[in-house]
């Protein structure tokens, strides 16, 4: 079966430096979703990526799909509190209906 | 304009009894999602409608748990008898369609059952 594995779990940030996360299949993907959730809060979804290779900016955050249509990644610049979640990269297969989460890299930033 | 609406959004019930959980999708929505989220098991998907048809209902835990999509407009997740393993926030989604339509979140309901 497909497996995604998001990493890293967890990731302290101080406030103003970049981190990113990467998420890794063992399996060509169609598609990759990007959904952050504060603590507290619910799912918000945040970007979708389609193509080998494509690249995404929103602001500060940057999003990739890699050439294989295997990984993905998401590049956040110049950290802030604001950032402070759990971001999911939820991976869509060609035949698939369903999203399934996996468990997300949390982030947490120290001002 | 009005996002994918949940209530209650707290609920405290003591173990056996029944408890309902409401939600409202976003307007034009074709699709709802059930989900639970608990520290341990994290973003589970109960159960899923299209056009107020359930299509896949295999990660509905047992079959205490049912849920209801009467029309476009509203769907219940129920729990009868409810015990404290239930004790998770249960989310509802709804999109345009089924993947890869991106999902729209309630607040949530946070359940507690003692």
């Known amino acids: 079966g497909q497996q995604v594995m998001q990493i890293p779990q967890y990731q302290h940030v101080q406030e103003g430096e970049d981190f990113t996360t990467y998420c890794n299949s063992s399996?060509?993907?169609?598609?990759i979703q990007w959904y952050k959730q504060r603590p507290g809060g619910h799912p918000v979804f945040l970007i979708q990526?389609?193509?080998?290779?494509e690249v995404k900016k929103q602001k500060r955050l940057t999003f990739q799909f890699g050439e294989a249509k295997k990984n993905s990644s998401l590049h956040i610049t110049a950290t802030q509190t604001t950032d402070v979640g759990t971001y999911f990269c939820v991976p869509i297969k060609a035949a698939g209906n369903k999203l399934t989460f996996g468990g997300g890299t949390r982030v947490l930033v120290k001002p | 304009d009005a996002g994918v609406i949940q209530s209650p959004r707290h609920e405290v019930t003591e173990m056996g009894q029944e408890v309902t959980l409401r939600c409202k999708p976003i307007s034009g929505h074709n699709s709802l999602f059930w989900y639970r989220q608990t520290m341990m098991r994290g973003l589970e998907l109960l159960i899923y409608f299209n056009n107020n048809v359930p299509i896949d209902d295999s990660g509905m835990p047992e079959d205490r748990f049912s849920a209801k999509m009467p029309n476009a407009s509203f769907s219940t997740l129920k729990i009868q008898p409810s015990e404290p393993r239930d004790s998770a926030v249960y989310f509802c989604?709804?999109?345009?369609?089924?993947?890869?339509?991106?999902?729209?979140f309630g607040p949530g309901t946070r359940l507690t059952v003692t």
């Open positions: 399996t060509t993907l169609s598609n």
């Open positions: 989604a709804s999109s345009l369609g089924l993947v890869p339509y991106e999902q729209y």
């Open positions: 990526l389609v193509k080998s290779g």
